[in-house]
């Protein structure tokens, strides 16, 4: 099955679908970006391909920033997140 982001207008106005989360529950999917509503602080996500470099975990990420990250899983500590799904 071909991958929605094959055409690539899809995710990027949402058409493949999203998770709005505001709680501190794990929320797994095949996500393609973090939108952050307000100012969110992560405890665990576990990206695909693996990060490099300092973690997201512990850093508070100010409203308004979006981040590109193929990720399967993410937990916040606090605020809330819309996570963009890369299939539909």
């Known amino acids: 099955m071909a991958r929605s982001y094959d055409n690539p207008t899809n995710p990027a106005f949402g058409l493949t679908g999203f998770e709005y989360i505001n709680n501190t529950a794990a929320h797994t999917g095949d996500f393609f970006a973090i939108q952050f509503i307000e100012d969110t602080v992560i405890a665990a996500i576990t990206a695909n391909p693996a990060l490099t470099g300092n973690a997201f975990v512990g850093d508070t990420f100010p409203?308004?920033?979006t981040?590109?990250?193929q990720?399967?899983?993410i937990t916040l500590t606090s605020g809330r997140v819309i996570c963009?799904?890369?299939d539909v």
Do not use: E, V, W
């Open 71 to 73: 990720h399967s899983s």
């Open 63 to 65: 409203a308004g920033l």
């Open 84 to 86: 963009y799904k890369a």
């Open 67 to 69: 981040i590109y990250c």
